[in-house]
T-cell receptor, first 113, second 113 residues
Framework: QKEVEQNSGPLSVPEGAIASLNCTYS??????FFWYRQYSGKSPELIMF????GDKEDGRFTAQLNKASQYVSLLIRDSQPSDSATYLC?????????????FGIGTKLQVIP | DGGITQSPKYLFRKEGQNVTLSCEQN?????MYWYRQDPGQGLRLIYY???????QKGDIAEGYSVSREKKESFPLTVTSAQKNPTAFYLC????????????FGNGTRLTVT
C-alpha cells in the first residue's frame, strides 16, 4: 500500500466550478498535511497546510482533514484556467524526530475556459 | 529576498561522469532535502539533513552522496553508480520539526547521455 495515494487524473472542470482533489494516507500517526501546486516544468509551491480535523479556508482554497478516515482534500472554488496544474498532497508520517514528508504522485487539474 | 537557489537550471553530462548539483538557502532553515522527480512517479526523497554535519538517507539514496558543511549549503553529487540519473532534481528546506512546510528551489534538470 502506498503511503500517500492520489488519483493522477487529469481532473477536468469548467471555469468557475469547484475542483475537488482527494488524498488518502496510510499512517494513522500522521500529524501534518500539505498541498503543493506544481506548474509544468516548475518546482512545487505550498498553497495550504492543515494539522487539525475539519476545514481550513484560505481565499478560494479549502483544505479538509478527516484523520479517522485518513483522508485529506483540497477544494478550489471558482476555478480559473490559471489553476491548471498538478496538485501534490504531502504528509508527514511521524510526530517528533526527523521530519520525512512523503508525497503523493499528484493530481493533474485542467480548468476548461 | 530569502529563498533557495539551485544551480545550474539545466545540466548535461556523459554517462560515467560524476556531477554535483548546487543548493544554497538564505532562509536560515535548519533542515534541507533533496528530491528526485520522474514523470508519473512524484517526488522521491534522496537525502535529508536536519543539522550541519549530519544527514540521513532517504528512499532512493543509492548512487548519490551529499555533504552539509554549512547551514546554507547542501550539495548533491550524482555518481556514476546511479543507474538512471536523468531526472528533475529539487532541493528544499524547512525550519525543521514535524509541522513546518517545505520550501523548494527552482530545480535542476539533469540529462545524462
Amino acid at each position: 500500500q502506498k503511503e500517500v495515494e492520489q488519483n493522477s487524473g487529469p481532473l477536468s472542470v469548467p471555469e468557475g466550478a469547484i475542483a475537488s482533489l482527494n488524498c488518502t494516507y496510510s499512517d494513522r500517526g500522521s500529524q501534518s498535511f500539505f498541498w503543493y501546486r506544481q506548474y509544468s516544468g516548475k518546482s512545487p509551491e505550498l498553497i495550504m497546510f492543515i494539522y487539525s480535523n475539519g476545514d481550513k479556508e484560505d481565499g478560494r482554497f479549502t483544505a479538509q482533514l478527516n484523520k479517522a478516515s485518513q483522508y485529506v482534500s483540497l477544494l478550489i472554488r471558482d476555478s480559473q484556467p490559471s489553476d491548471s496544474a498538478t496538485y501534490l498532497c504531502a504528509v508527514n508520517p511521524r510526530s517528533g524526530g526527523y521530519q520525512k514528508v512523503t508525497f503523493g504522485i499528484g493530481t493533474k487539474l485542467q480548468v476548461i475556459p | 529576498d530569502g529563498g533557495i537557489t539551485q544551480s545550474p537550471k539545466y545540466l548535461f553530462r556523459k554517462e560515467g561522469q560524476n556531477v554535483t548539483l548546487s543548493c544554497e538557502q538564505n532562509l536560515n532553515h535548519d533542515a534541507m532535502y533533496w528530491y528526485r522527480q520522474d514523470p508519473g512517479q512524484g517526488l522521491r526523497l534522496i537525502y535529508y539533513s536536519q543539522i550541519v554535519n549530519d544527514f540521513q538517507k532517504g528512499d532512493i539514496a543509492e548512487g548519490y552522496s551529499v555533504s552539509r558543511e554549512k547551514k546554507e549549503s547542501f550539495p548533491l553529487t550524482v555518481t556514476s553508480a546511479q543507474k538512471n540519473p536523468t531526472a528533475f532534481y529539487l532541493c528544499a528546506s524547512s525550519i525543521g520539526g514535524t509541522d513546518s512546510p517545505l520550501h523548494f528551489g527552482n530545480g535542476t534538470r539533469l540529462t545524462v547521455t
